[in-house]
Nanobody, 130 residues
Framework: QVQLVESGGGLVQPGGSLRLSCVAT????????IGWFRQAPGKEREGVSC??????????YYIDSVKGRFTISRDNAKNTAYLQMTSLRPEDTAVYYC?????????????????????WGKGTLVTVSS
């Protein structure tokens, strides 16, 4: 059974940092593109960042509001993806989800927010507050 399990969320003060992890079981993450999404209270879910597979054209994407503050990465040997978040702001408060989609022709990260992802985690809550 495929599972994506996020961890690393919590309460942090503005300006602080957190690193989210997404551990995959039941699939070989190396063949998947990974997206991080978030959903703030009362808002729709939004795509935050995407990282390609080494088996597809290399690319990474961030939405403008997190560029320079968030870093997406992956460790295929550990079947894990990460989202390093720094300089956190109250508006970053949300449940963060990782999702995976099997690589396929023509899929590049800038378009990831419109994809129908194959697998989703259950999310981890990030609260940025003083």
């Amino acid at each position: 059974q495929v599972q994506l399990v996020e961890s690393g969320g919590g309460l942090v003060q503005p300006g602080g940092s957190l690193r989210l992890s997404c551990v995959a079981t039941g699939l070989t993450l190396d063949y998947y593109m990974i997206g991080w999404f978030r959903q703030a209270p009362g808002k729709e879910r939004e795509g935050v960042s995407c990282i390609s597979s080494r088996h597809s054209e290399s690319n990474i994407y961030y939405i403008d509001s997190v560029k320079g503050r968030f870093t997406i990465s992956r460790d295929n040997a550990k079947n894990t993806a990460y989202l390093q978040m720094t300089s956190l702001r109250p508006e970053d408060t949300a449940v963060y989800y990782c999702a995976a989609i099997l690589i396929r022709p023509g899929y590049y990260c800038p378009g990831f927010r419109g994809w129908n992802m194959d697998h989703w985690g259950k999310g981890t809550l990030v609260t940025v507050s003083s």
